[in-house]
């Protein structure tokens, strides 16, 4: 039946992925579609409004005597035109200008962007000048001269130039010129040659046939051609002999000039950038991640540093000096060549009225608002199909259509002239002139086709690649939009060798590391892991790229000496149902184990593709904790598996234990970091997963993070923290950092910067390094939550004091910070100090929200109000002073009962606050109150100003919230669910706001992690202890704080006390040298005799080990006495205990009592769990053996427990039996009573587990790549990552050092909160009752404020939803791999 249900479940997630798959395709296709008639729409309707405007142009002058209007009229009308068409050609530069202004003069990036070179900026400006002269004779006199149908025909013969690039630099001609191609597709170039370029499709195909060069030479004869021709047709056309002469040469020379001025051979070399100075920021980024990179013979270098480009401020500068041209040399075009200089298009020198020539009204100003926009949006929407890499339905395609349709259209128009709203010449009448001009405009276009056609067809680029991988210069042409926008894709050489991608062309593999690190969790949450990790192996199998993916897993405390914890095999018991991997049956092909220095390294190898190494960590050889894992990590992949490798072509997938995610989300993130060089990480949406109370309050607290708070980072600047759960890193950008990441805690504020939130810190670096962080709401995984209320607070406690230490770390550098990275502001800045300060006065605004409640509720006085705030306030000190003296636990359970009771008063608020909305709307226009100051918020009153505000502040406010999370909801419609638990977490708004702010500000010392560790006790009689000694009596105050202990004393005398809790030192010394050393205090024989009846040899050297271990500690001699009196041996006895049995024991001096408990924490736990079968044990010697305790084997044989089956007789026994039996150490009584309270019938998966230990325990293998020798050089190195031997001077310093800064926190939130409070309630202007508004001036400030912070974030999140759609539709796949997909679904169907 499981197998049958498991079969179900696969079949019903196997429809639920095609149905998903049917949907991401349909919607693929309708956006192909809809982006290839919006396109082709707008560069049709730019091309016949133009048409259209300089038809209706030549009307009006040739008709200029023969109309009845005045001549006033007409020459305002003429002039009318002229404006018009100079607009059409302004705008663009316009828009060029602001763009290259906003990103590469005034941008904060700006620097990234050098100047162009002198020759280059002379080059630009003769070509800008070349460009205008021939733009305004196109547009002020040939087109105005020529037919409709052959304007449009001519618009298509700017491609000579270019033709002739293409036919001269063939293949063979790069080759002599220093240009070759490399593996991977792309071209690399010969920094010894000259910068000439090669941009012929053939080079980057690498396909030099005969076709190719005679397509090529077939293009170039038949734009040349097609011009001549064109132009002699047009010029026969004209009246006289003067017009034929002047139409045919400026139509061939403007032409012509056009084509070389848009030349990619012109247009680069305008744009060549000035030689960096080393002082200069531009290449910082790189050069910050370029170091010496393992200096090492062999070791193949980076890869040059991005180059920048000029293409920003080359094209400003070109832009301002076509903008002054245009207007002159378009007046002298159209004054004294196209009329004559009959009319003055300025009004300078004839009567006509220049305001009257932008009178335009009806069809006129339709049709040019139609170019104008259709030039825009066309252009728009072109490169959003670029940036999808939709290239070829929403750029190529409708280029190709658009000269065939706009001819048959305007063909239409003219058989229907009198009833179309556009207006063109006549029709031809005679057949032989319109079949030349159609055979003459079809060569022509025929040769457009043959030049650009096949480049823009295959050229691609990277989903959401830099502008300047898609095109030449950031600008495009009102006129000729569409033979302009094919010449622009002609892209530079160095991002033409970089970012550009050819659908012939093998893409760039990546290789990606999944780094994965793992402590005490459970089954569910592994198996979430491993789930994740075996479908990606199986996309990575399915898709067959060249990407390379590892999976490794770090699991803290995985191995104890050489054997492996039950964690570890709980582990590896899920790897066939996850992994399908048969653990086994192994064979030496697929797994091997090798022993390390730090543990131990198994590896597997995943649906063939993916290998995965578990590295089992030691904690008596390697350091425990997250942050030492990602610094083993980090240096593994960075100095080890990617020695030979690309730093920035190399990524870290980072995950959690407990993570869950799907090969698209991985795939999304990689898609991110890949774009753009920049990016040193990016993250993913973060789901949590869970149940109860506490889960509800995530889920919305998780949305509206992510909607709000990281989409404004990612927008207005960059992501502050990308979360280890579930981020992608470049190792180029970890090299950067690494050292800095590795460096030891010195002091209070690096503790809680480093230590206690590892992912921030981590991303901090980064942004001090320069780097950018980016969001991408489309990678979605989930992560188990908590779900218990003090896990949930320990975990907060962690993150809210390493967010607040790390951004203060950050704004206290700002201006290093904003030099150094070019995407931060000075105003990001600010914008991040006040939600940090709206953080600190939080308690306070909890209680005013509150007290305002109350008020809205039941209608109160201000006394009372004041009465309430003072109240809570109390109540708030109270608990800080609980949380200053009381244990954990009490601080807990106070904190859950102070949360019910604020959840039913937040409830009253609730309804108060609805209730004065509901009014507020209902009363909107009544008759106002007068005005005093007793009026409520739920009144109205009147005043003679005559401006009220409609509605209540409050109600303004709480409106304007809900609408704005219903609109974020609905941007988020996958998400939408979110917000209904939106009011669970309004009702916990005071515990998470001001009762775990005062837990976490009082708690800023502790240096526990909070989750997933055993609790320590190290509270376990602190300041609470003292105030209950203080009700005892008077006399016994010395003694509650003067509590000596030999450990102060030995400190205040200046000695040195032993204060290593190291294990390892103890367990790794050689027991021959061992023991020839003497014992404390008894000989060996004395020993032996003592236990000879209950310990073996084995034993004995143990209790030697335990011994030794006490005596390098620092323990005096009757600890080791007291310790084997009550039966702790060996280090596995006395591994785990704790303060509470430490005191049962005995042991009465707390330093001592505290060290010992600290020290036997970090030893490695007994764990007796993983024997405790009844299946598998054969006696009950057998068992006694497993625990360690066979010595009172004849004492259970004495009491009948023997065999087999006795084992299941002793699941009665309790402390009392055993005592009667003859055993009264306590150790051995404790250690009886679990293994006792263990034994059962092993589970399926227990079973598993036992069976796969045997299997893993082998002997391990040969090293073959140098693991062993790279981790002792490590270890041996890098000096953090060893367990350090703890130093009480250092270890009492960091205390008072995190104490001190408790102190401080505490006095200045205490501080603030009081003070806004009184700002809050005592600065009132009664005036403001008039007005409708609060009467106190700093609260509608306030509201003012959080009102524009949150309307920012709202802002910030609907750009970058627009973003996340392109992104998303980009990732769906190209058409054939969709047909592909659904021929595959097919064929499984059937």
């Known amino acids: ?36 008639s919006i396109v082709v729409t707008c560069t049709v309707f730019s091309k016949l409004s133009l048409i259209s405007l300089v038809s209706r142009l030549n009307e009006t002058i040739d008709n200029i005597h023969r109309t009845n209007d005045s001549e006033a009229t007409v020459h305002n009308r003429a002039a009318g035109f002229f404006w018009q068409l100079l607009f059409i050609v302004l705008i663009p530069q316009f828009v060029t200008l602001f763009r290259a202004l ?84 792309n071209i690399n170039f010969n920094e010894n040659e000259d910068q000439t370029n090669c941009l012929m499709e053939d080079c980057a195909e690498g396909n030099t046939g005969a076709w190719n060069k005679f397509s090529r030479i077939i293009a170039m004869f038949l734009q040349f051609v097609s011009v001549i021709l064109l132009s002699i047709y047009a010029s026969l056309l004209q009246s006289g002999p003067k017009d034929q002469f002047l139409v045919g040469c400026a139509m061939t020379l403007s032409l012509l000039s056009l084509s070389v001025v848009w030349s990619s051979k012109v247009q680069q070399g305008s744009q060549k950038m000035a030689r960096m100075t080393q002082s200069s920021n531009v290449t910082h ?254 996309h990575c199998k399915e898709k067959k790229n060249d990407d390379h993916f590892e999976s490794h897993i770090f699991l803290d405390g995985g191995a104890n000496e050489t054997q492996l914890t039950y964690f570890a095999l709980q582990l590896f018991s899920l790897f066939e149902e996850t992994l399908h991997v048969d653990a086994l049956h192994l064979e030496p092909k697929v797994f091997q184990r090798i022993d390390t220095p730090y543990g131990i390294q198994l590896s597997w190898e995943i649906a063939e593709v993916m290998p995965i190494y578990v590295h089992l960590k030691d904690s008596t050889k390697i350091k425990n904790k997250k942050r030492w894992s990602q610094v083993m990590y980090m240096n593994y992949v960075l100095n080890f598996r990617e020695i030979r490798m690309d730093d920035d072509n190399t990524f870290i997938l980072t995950t959690d234990a407990d993570i869950e995610f799907t090969p698209e989300s991985a795939t999304v993130l990689l898609d991110i970091i890949d774009s753009d060089p920049q990016v040193g990480a990016a993250c993913g949406r973060i789901h949590p997963k869970g149940s109860g109370v506490i889960y509800w309050y995530q889920v919305f607290e998780y949305a509206i993070g992510h909607w709000y708070l990281k989409v404004a980072e990612h927008i207005l600047g960059t992501v502050l923290c990308c979360p280890g759960c579930f981020s992608v890193f470049r190792c180029s950008a970890l090299r950067s950092v690494l050292d800095t990441f590795s460096t030891e805690v010195t002091s209070a504020r690096e503790f809680l910067t480093k230590d206690m939130g590892e992912d921030r810190w981590l991303c901090t670096l980064l942004v001090k390094k320069g780097w950018k962080l980016e969001y991408c709401p489309t990678s979605e995984n989930y992560t188990l939550c908590p779900e218990s209320f003090d896990e949930f607070f320990k975990q907060r406690r962690r993150w809210i004091s390493s967010t607040i230490a790390n951004l203060a770390l950050l704004i206290t550098q700002a201006s290093k910070v904003t030099k150094r990275n070019e995407n931060v502001s000075i105003l990001f800045m600010i914008f991040q100090g006040i939600l940090m300060f709206s953080t600190a006065i939080s308690p306070a605004t909890v209680i005013l929200v509150i007290a305002s409640g109350s008020l809205l509720a039941f209608n109160i006085s201000d006394s009372s109000i004041l009465a309430i705030i003072i109240i809570l306030s109390l109540l708030s000190i109270a608990y800080g002073i609980l949380c200053l003296y009381g244990n954990p636990q009490q601080q807990l359970d106070v904190a859950k009962f102070a949360t019910f009771v604020f959840a039913i008063i937040m409830g009253v608020v609730f309804v108060g606050t609805l209730k004065s909305i509901i009014y507020d709307f209902l009363t909107v226009g009544e008759n106002y109150q007068p005005c005093t100051i007793k009026t409520t918020i739920t009144s109205k009153c009147h005043n003679s100003t005559g401006f009220m505000v409609p509605l209540a502040l409050t109600t303004l406010f709480q409106s304007l919230f809900i609408v704005l999370f219903t609109m974020s909801g609905l941007f988020h419609l996958n998400e939408f669910s979110s917000l ?31 989750t997933r560790e055993g609790s320590s006790g190290a509270h376990q009689g602190g300041g609470f202890e003292k105030i209950k000694c203080l009700f005892n009596g008077w006399q016994k105050v010395p003694s509650c704080f003067n509590r000596g202990t030999r450990e102060q004393k030995m400190v205040e005398e200046n000695k040195q006390p032993p204060a290593s809790c190291d294990a390892a030192t103890a367990m790794s010394d050689d027991m021959d040298e061992m023991e020839q050393q003497p014992l404390i205090g008894l000989t060996d024989e004395a020993v032996e005799n003592k236990y000879s009846n209950l310990v073996n040899e084995a034993e004995f050297k143990m209790t030697y080990k335990l011994k030794k271990w006490l005596r390098d500690n620092g323990f005096p001699q009757e600890y080791a006495d007291t310790l084997e009196q009550h039966g702790y041996f060996n280090l596995n006895f006395v591994a785990g205990l704790q303060v509470k049995e430490l005191q049962a024991i005995g042991f009465k001096d707390r330093g001592y009592v505290l060290r010992l408990e600290r020290c036997a924490q970090k030893l490695a736990p007994f764990n007796v769990a993983i024997n405790q079968t009844l299946l598998e044990l054969s006696d009950v010697g057998t068992w006694l053996h497993s625990i360690e305790l066979q010595g009172y084997q ?115 939130l205490l501080l603030i909160n009081i003070m806004w409070v009184i700002l809050l309630f005592t600065l009132r202007f009664p005036e403001l009752y008039k007005f409708n508004l609060p009467p106190n001036a700093f609260e509608l400030f306030s509201v003012a404020v959080y009102t524009l912070i949150f309307s920012v974030q709202f802002c910030a999140m609907i750009v970058h939803r627009g973003v996340t759609l392109i992104h998303y539709l980009a990732s769906v796949g190209s058409a054939t791999e969709n047909c592909r997909t659904l021929l595959h679904m097919l064929q499984t169907r059937n």
């Not at 910050?288 to 090492?296: G, L």
């Not at 006509?352 to 335009?360: A, E």
């Not at 939106?982 to 500000?1001: D, E, H, R």
């Open 980 to 1010: 209904f638990y939106g009011v669970w977490y309004f009702l916990a708004l005071p515990s998470g706001y001001l009762i775990l702010l005062i837990y976490t500000a009082a708690n800023l010392n502790s240096r526990s992690w909070g």
């Open 285 to 538: 980024i790189r050069s910050a991640n370029t170091n010496e990179k393992n200096q090492e013979p062999n070791v193949i270098n980076e890869k040059e540093p991005i180059l920048p480009t000029a293409r920003f401020k080359a094209n400003f500068i070109n832009a301002i000096l076509r903008i002054i041209l245009y207007p002159f040399i378009s007046y002298v075009i159209f004054r004294y060549v196209f009329t004559n200089g009959s009319i003055d298009p300025w009004c300078l020198h004839q009567t006509c009225s220049l305001t009257k020539s932008f009178q335009w009204k009806g069809q006129e100003l339709a049709i040019f608002l139609i170019q104008i926009l259709s030039s825009f949006f066309g252009y728009t929407f072109m490169w959003i199909s670029c940036t999808m890499v939709l290239h070829r339905w929403g750029l190529a395609l409708p280029l190709y259509l658009c000269t065939p349709i706009s001819f048959a259209v305007c063909a239409i128009f003219q058989a229907h002239q009198d009833s179309s709203s556009f207006y063109f010449s006549k029709a031809y009448s005679d057949p032989v002139a319109l079949g030349v001009a159609i055979v003459v405009g079809a060569m022509l276009w025929i040769g457009q086709i043959l030049t650009m056609g096949a480049f823009i067809w295959k050229k691609k680029n990277l989903i959401l690649a830099k502008d300047a991988a898609m095109f030449l210069t950031p600008c495009y042409d009102g006129v000729f939009l569409e033979q302009h926008t094919m010449l622009n894709r002609k892209v530079t050489k160095e991002e033409m060798s970089r970012q550009m991608v050819f659908d012939d062309d093998e893409p760039r593999p990546r290789t990606i590391f999944i780094c994965s690190t793992m402590h005490m969790e459970d089954r569910d949450e592994m198996r979430c892991l491993l789930s994740s990790i075996y479908q990606l192996a199986c």
């Open 1194 to 1308: 004849q004492l259970f044989k004495e009491a009948g427990y023997k065999t087999r089956e006795d084992l299941e007789n002793l699941k009665g026994l309790k402390r009392t039996d055993l005592e009667k039996m003859g055993i009264k150490k306590r150790a051995h009584i404790q250690r009886l009573l679990e293994g006792i309270s263990k034994l059962t019938y092993l589970t399926e998966d227990e079973k598993r587990v036992y069976q796969i230990k045997s299997i893993l325990e082998k002997e391990p293998d040969t090293d073959q790549h140098g693991e062993h020798s790279y981790w002792t050089k490590l270890l041996d190195v890098g000096k953090p990552l060893r367990p350090m031997a703890a130093n009480l001077n250092s270890n009492r310093k960091l205390d008072e050092s995190l104490r001190s800064l408790r102190n401080i926190t505490i006095a200045f």
């Open 102 to 185: 906003l990103f590469g003069v005034c941008g904060k990036q700006s620097r990234l962007f050098p100047w162009p070179t002198l020759r280059a900026i002379f080059t630009g400006a003769i070509a800008s000048v070349f460009e205008v002269v021939a733009m305004t004779t196109v547009v002020f006199y040939v087109l105005p001269r020529l037919h409709s149908i052959v304007a449009i025909l001519a618009l298509g013969g700017v491609f000579g130039a270019q033709a002739i690039l293409d036919c001269l630099e063939w293949c063979p001609c790069c080759v002599r010129k220093g240009y070759h191609k490399v593996g991977n597709g």
């Open 1 to 36: 039946m499981p197998e049958v249900a498991r079969v179900s479940d696969t079949r019903a997630d196997t429809r639920s992925t095609q149905c998903k798959t049917l949907c991401l395709i349909a919607i693929k296709v309708l956006v192909r579609v809809l982006l290839f």
